[in-house]
């Protein structure tokens, strides 16, 4: 896995510019500034009674690195884990789905966060056992007005609130989004869940959280494709994030088309990224396509995507996604539309988002 990594973004990416760093005593790591970079959940080493040491890669030299932070191996393995959100996993099991910081190697190794919420409600001709992906509307759910939504494959999608302990259920009649993923935005404090054409919100602090508002989506800049090319595009899956700057005060759509290559072996089927395109939105709903986005520097994985100043992190280069699924390792440079990846097996593909140093 390290030899991987290390042959492919050395590709990618300048070499990394070092810096004068203060310990953080708690896990082994230090950083020169008072956020960390953003980094990998990668695996753990087994170290017994059912802990192992977790490993990460971090963004910029991307190393891998084995921390003296243990961990349980049940969630390095996948099975129940859901989704990740500003540094906490979600597990379901039973119909209770928990958050939990244990992954995040920042957090304090001694003293691990926990939380059950209440059991689930499965809504009429809905599902609760598949789900999507998992967003918090603030970076701890021990916060008094956090949100947690899960957004479940299908019609439901569930809003959990911490000020009152209850969830709240909503029925999408909209097939558009049976398959779509939950975002939060700092920016406008609304949920948005992106739908092909549409795009759906919520403003829990004045809307009462039943059918989202739906906007249209007008894109605009479309390139021009060959023919070989969009027959290709036709023919994969598609995936849609929305992400944010909060250094830019711009949002981001960013689409992700993914084809299955070769063989079906044992029910497992290998997928690999063919194209990635990003469309910035804005106030008057247009999404207009960009090869440009500066700067900045996106990251996708299973856990809420991520945008940052690529000058903010030694090594990054700007104008660049990089994405992390459970069998791909890759990025894509936006200027000239190239995509390069490796595959593997990624049974927890969350990144971590820069967490403050405290």
Not at 31 to 36: C, D, K
Not at 220 to 236: A, E, I
Not at 279 to 299: H, M, P, R, S
Request: charged share 20%.
């Amino acid at each position: 896995m390290s030899l991987l990594l290390n042959q492919h973004w050395k590709l990618c990416f300048r070499k990394p510019v070092l810096a004068r760093s203060s310990p953080l005593h708690s896990n082994g790591l230090s950083f020169s500034s008072l956020q960390t970079p953003p980094c990998f959940i990668v695996d753990a080493e087994p170290c017994g009674a059912g802990l192992g040491k977790l490993k990460i890669v971090s963004a910029g030299d991307f190393r891998l690195t084995q921390l003296e932070k243990k961990v349980p191996l049940e969630l390095m393995t996948g099975m129940e884990n859901i989704g990740s959100s500003n540094g906490w996993v979600a597990t379901l099991k039973d119909d209770v789905v928990r958050l939990q910081d244990d992954l995040n190697p920042f957090a304090s190794a001694s003293d691990p966060k926990r939380i059950s919420l209440p059991p689930l409600v499965t809504l009429p001709l809905c599902q609760t056992q598949i789900v999507i992906n998992v967003a918090m509307s603030s970076s701890s759910p021990e916060d008094d007005d956090c949100v947690v939504a899960v957004k479940f494959f299908g019609r439901q999608l569930s809003f959990f609130r911490t000020n009152t302990h209850e969830w709240i259920n909503v029925k999408m009649e909209d097939p558009c989004f049976f398959s779509s993923r939950v975002f939060f935005s700092k920016k406008d404090d609304k949920f948005y869940i992106p739908g092909g054409h549409l795009i759906g919100s919520w403003d829990l602090r004045t809307d009462k959280p039943t059918a989202p508002k739906i906007h249209k989506l007008r894109f605009r800049n479309l390139p021009k494709l060959t023919k070989t090319k969009r027959k290709l595009m036709d023919s994969c899956y598609k995936r849609e994030d929305l992400v944010e700057s909060t250094t830019t005060g711009e949002t981001f759509l960013v689409k992700w088309y993914k084809k299955i290559v070769g063989k079906v072996i044992k029910g497992r089927a290998t997928i690999k990224t063919k194209a990635i395109m990003v469309f910035k939105l804005d106030e008057e709903g247009n999404a207009v396509y960009t090869q440009d986005i500066g700067d900045l520097f996106i990251f996708i994985s299973e856990a809420q995507p991520t945008c940052v100043p690529a000058s903010s992190v030694p090594g990054l280069l700007p104008n660049f996604v990089l994405f992390y699924d459970v069998n791909e390792f890759g990025s894509a440079y936006l200027a000239d539309s190239s995509v390069s990846s490796e595959i593997s097996t990624f049974p927890v593909p969350y990144h971590i988002p820069p967490q403050n140093i405290v």
